[in-house]
């Protein structure tokens, strides 16, 4: 047959395929709106929350058992102790590999963590409990102080900033004190009445000084909005204080800064003020500058709507809602969920062999710097607020796709056990560029790159921040932070060393994000070591080039033996990497099979060398990465408390790092992601997630023979000879016919709640109600 002929008998089979898809009915099999597929997790997960009935009882016990002498939170004060916490211990990791790989149908016994906040002494403390096992029973339960789930020696953080509320008052003594001179230089009271114009408040963490317990604090102008500008509008005014003790009648204030001149009373700032001495600075005042609400020309063709995804087929993951199971594409883990930290990860396979016990947020540091004493002073550990309570229900289309499938989450907050619905999204995505793909001179082929994310926005204070864990068609991992919400700012004033001006009276204040998580990696089991492989470079001499040298480069192969060499920065030109393996699982070329770490974006640790604001509490920030062995008094890498007695915080992570092996051990990866932020003009009224992002790659090395993207069948093969098509290969897959409304594909916010918070002790199953909280 002529070949022209061939090739028109091709193109028309082609057609004939493209006709039949067009004509695909929408009963077509593959249409479907289910927003998940739901199956039975082969066990029960044993790192979920605690249930309600679970925490009634427990703080029933504790109220009435415990010894501890505890006060209702709502009914509390300063003097009182109360409850901080009750949720899950988690349980010992050997416990939990018997039951959940089938060595024995033993559940691990459930245990709950309480934090007891004990303030009626004149040395108060926050007390990490054991209390079980559960369920309760006054002939078994106990009651046991944690410490030897923490490296201090003791589960008590001493609380130096008990006595917050009445230092409120303090201060507003200052400040009622000198009213005339605020509404003069600010147009603002600050009284605690709701007829301010502003507010004070300062460092976090307070200073430890000799013994002496020191507070900074800052002037700041109130939001005159709805819009959340009130770190955006600071004055140049501050109040040093020493509030050491329990006594407000001992406290003293030490001084007063502005306009760089200190005033050692305020008797002393009266008096420069009458005299005229003291300079009225420009004032950061709210207006459509900080508001969010779209503002300005507009772009051209805006008012088009933009492109959207859809999941023609429905969800293609697997769910078991009760037991936050998740299978999808080879993968499987379980969901956990913790005030401190939010979501985190357990008991990640591929295709059955798991490949890590444990993956979740550790800790997460923003430290500033500046000229003035509020920003060379704060340095949050947002722990201490916990991401848990404020990750808040999701926006519908916008923070996730509305084909997701959207998931509840709990905490304990007061006495309450409270659920933000929808906060957490699972859902596929296209990633818009292939996974894999060639063109030759008579083929071309591409692969559609779809993963898998799970994701929550958690609103500390002034932050947005998004929490991604990715799992990919090629079996690798990722984990990605971003950032977003409203900056906290520095009045400008002679500072242009830490930051840009970027308002009137504004500057962006520099700062560093260092975000630290846990991985657990288990390959082929639990005895792993670290095997580093390098890029060098280097001259050499080949015979078959008689002897002339080369400059060539070379891998060079070697190991991480012990935590003496498990503080690691990244190589700066990212040629050496640290692979997780078993010594005793080669595969068939003789090779380790295992998984590595490898930075996707911009990686950091902390910019500032041994800190004077966080003294030993967060010994994770000074490299990108650690090593080390595996043990149950070293589940975290912080504690929410560290905080508040940073001389002697629970946790001392530079004392996981005491030279064990990690040779054949049960290895632990602790890595940082962040951001160094130099605040620009950009950044007002929002910082973006777009700029500030950082992302961890977790990849598989010679862990699979050839790749795992191989095994979808989203793929085409397009064969084509002198400008003919020959043949196109869609290797079984259909094109869905789907009717779509567009209109699904934004979310119905009407129903919009934040929160349902259902009343623990006394517990009373009808009384239940929505409360949104903040942190102001």
């Known amino acids: 047959m002529n070949p022209r002929h061939v090739a028109a008998q091709k193109r028309a089979n082609i057609h004939k395929i493209l006709d039949r898809r067009e004509t695909s009915t929408p009963e077509d099999p593959l249409c479907s709106d289910k927003t998940e597929r739901l199956i039975k997790a082969p066990k029960h997960n044993v790192w979920d929350s605690l249930t309600v009935d679970e925490v009634v009882t427990v703080t029933g016990y504790?109220?009435?058992?415990?010894?501890?002498?505890?006060?209702?939170?709502?009914?509390?004060?300063?003097?009182?102790?109360?409850?901080?916490?009750?949720?899950l211990f988690?349980?010992?990791?050997?416990?939990?590999?018997?039951?959940?790989?089938?060595?024995?149908?033993?559940?691990?016994?459930?245990?709950?963590?309480?934090?007891?906040?004990?303030?009626?002494?004149?040395?108060?403390?926050?007390?990490?409990?054991?209390?079980?096992?559960?369920?309760?029973?006054?002939?078994?339960?106990?009651?046991?102080?944690?410490?030897?789930?923490f490296n201090k020696g003791s589960a008590k953080a001493r609380n130096y900033n008990a006595d917050e509320d009445a230092r409120y008052a303090f201060m507003l003594e200052v400040t009622k004190s000198i009213t005339d001179i605020t509404e003069e230089l600010w147009n603002i009271t600050v009284t605690g009445e709701d007829t301010d114009g502003g507010s004070v408040w300062g460092i976090d963490p307070l200073w430890r000084e000799e013994g002496r317990t020191i507070a900074w604090d800052q002037l700041w102008l109130s939001p005159t909005s709805e819009f959340d500008t009130g770190t955006i509008l600071p004055s140049g005014f501050y109040i040093k204080s020493d509030i050491t003790g329990r006594d407000p009648s001992?406290?003293?204030?030490?001084?007063?800064?502005?306009?760089?001149?200190?005033?050692?009373?305020?008797?002393?700032?009266?008096?420069a003020f009458e005299a005229g001495k003291v300079k009225a600075l420009p004032v950061n005042e709210d207006g459509p500058w900080g508001w969010s609400d779209p503002d300005g020309e507009g772009l051209l063709n805006d008012d088009l709507h933009p492109p959207v995804q859809i999941a023609p087929s429905g969800a293609r993951y697997q769910l078991d809602k009760e037991e936050k199971y998740?299978?999808?594409?080879?993968?499987?883990?379980?969901?956990?969920?913790?005030?401190?930290?939010?979501?985190?990860?357990?008991?990640?396979?591929?295709?059955?062999?798991?490949?890590?016990y444990e993956l979740g947020l550790q800790e997460a540091l923003a430290h500033y710097a500046g000229n003035d004493p509020t920003q060379s002073g704060t340095a949050y550990l947002d722990t201490f607020y916990g991401f848990g309570p404020w990750a808040f229900e999701l926006l519908k289309g916008y923070d996730c796709p509305t084909y997701a499938t959207y998931l509840n989450s709990t905490y304990f907050k007061e006495e309450t056990h409270a659920t933000h619905i929808n906060s957490l999204c699972l859902f596929e995505h296209d990633a818009g560029y292939p996974l894999a793909r060639h063109t030759k001179s008579t083929m071309a082929t591409s692969t559609k790159n779809i993963y898998?994310?799970?994701?929550?926005?958690?609103?500390v204070g002034n932050y947005d921040y998004m929490f991604d864990y990715h799992f990919h068609l090629d079996?690798?991992?990722?984990?990605?932070?971003?950032?977003?919400?409203?900056?906290?700012?520095?009045?400008?004033?002679?500072?242009?060393?830490?930051?840009?001006?970027?308002?009137?009276?504004?500057?962006?204040?520099?700062?560093?994000?260092?975000?630290?998580?846990?991985?657990?990696?288990?390959?082929a089991g639990t005895e792993n070591s670290v095997r580093t492989t390098e890029f060098i470079p280097t001259t050499e001499k080949y015979h078959w080039n008689q002897g002339k040298p080369r400059n060539t480069m070379k891998l060079k192969r070697g190991w991480v033996d012990n935590e003496d060499q498990g503080s690691i920065n990244w190589h700066?030109?990212?040629?050496?990497?640290?692979?997780?393996?078993?010594?005793?699982?080669?595969?068939?070329?003789?090779?380790?099979?295992?998984?590595?770490?490898?930075?996707?974006?911009?990686?950091?640790?902390?910019?500032?060398?041994?800190?004077?604001?966080?003294?030993?509490?967060?010994?994770?920030?000074?490299?990108?990465?650690?090593?080390?062995?595996?043990?149950?008094?070293?589940?975290?890498?912080?504690?929410?408390?560290?905080?508040?007695?940073?001389?002697?915080?629970?946790v001392d992570f530079s004392k996981f790092l005491d030279g064990e092996s990690l040779?054949?051990?049960?290895?632990?990866?602790?890595?940082?992601?962040?951001?160094?932020?130099?605040?620009?003009?950009?950044?007002?009224?929002?910082?973006?997630?777009?700029?500030?992002?950082?992302?961890?790659?977790?990849?598989?090395?010679?862990?699979?023979?050839?790749?795992?993207?191989?095994?979808?069948?989203?793929?085409?093969?397009?064969?084509?000879?002198?400008?003919n098509v020959n043949d196109i290969s869609f290797f079984g897959t259909e094109a869905p016919k789907c009717p779509v409304d567009l209109t699904k594909t934004r979310g119905e916010f009407s129903e919009y709640k934040g929160d349902i918070v259902v009343r623990k002790f006394p517990y009373d199953p009808r009384n239940w109600y929505y409360q949104t909280h903040t942190l102001g």
Request: glycine share 6%; aromatic share 12%; net charge negative.
């Open 90 to 149: 988690l349980p010992n990791k050997t416990d939990a590999l018997a039951y959940i790989d089938g060595k024995t149908d033993k559940l691990p016994e459930r245990y709950a963590h309480v934090i007891v906040d004990m303030r009626a002494t004149e040395e108060p403390y926050m007390q990490d409990l054991l209390v079980g096992p559960l369920p309760v029973d006054n002939a078994t339960t106990t009651v046991q102080p944690l410490d030897w789930a």
């Open 475 to 523: 079996g690798s991992m990722s984990v990605e932070v971003r950032a977003s919400g409203y900056i906290q700012s520095a009045f400008f004033a002679h500072n242009q060393e830490y930051g840009y001006q970027i308002h009137d009276a504004l500057s962006g204040s520099m700062h560093d994000h260092v975000l630290n998580y846990k991985v657990d990696f288990d390959i």
């Open 250 to 271: 001992k406290w003293k204030i030490l001084g007063l800064l502005h306009d760089g001149i200190y005033y050692d009373t305020v008797e002393d700032f009266r008096k």
């Open 663 to 723: 040779d054949q051990e049960d290895i632990v990866m602790w890595f940082n992601l962040g951001m160094h932020h130099a605040p620009t003009t950009q950044d007002l009224p929002n910082t973006v997630f777009t700029t500030a992002h950082s992302a961890m790659n977790i990849e598989p090395v010679n862990f699979f023979y050839g790749s795992p993207h191989k095994n979808t069948k989203h793929q085409i093969r397009v064969n084509y000879d002198n400008g």
């Open 572 to 650: 700066p030109n990212g040629a050496m990497s640290y692979a997780v393996v078993n010594k005793n699982e080669k595969n068939k070329f003789g090779e380790y099979r295992g998984y590595k770490l490898h930075p996707a974006t911009g990686v950091i640790h902390a910019t500032v060398e041994d800190s004077s604001n966080l003294l030993k509490s967060a010994e994770w920030a000074k490299h990108h990465l650690y090593i080390t062995k595996h043990k149950e008094s070293e589940r975290s890498s912080a504690h929410p408390y560290n905080p508040i007695d940073t001389e002697e915080p629970v």
């Open 326 to 356: 998740v299978e999808w594409m080879g993968f499987s883990f379980y969901i956990g969920f913790s005030r401190d930290t939010g979501m985190r990860l357990f008991d990640i396979r591929y295709k059955g062999e798991r490949i890590i």
């Open 62 to 87: 504790m109220f009435t058992d415990s010894g501890y002498n505890l006060t209702k939170t709502e009914e509390a004060g300063n003097w009182d102790n109360t409850i901080a916490l009750v949720e």
């Open 452 to 459: 898998l994310v799970l994701r929550s926005i958690s609103t």
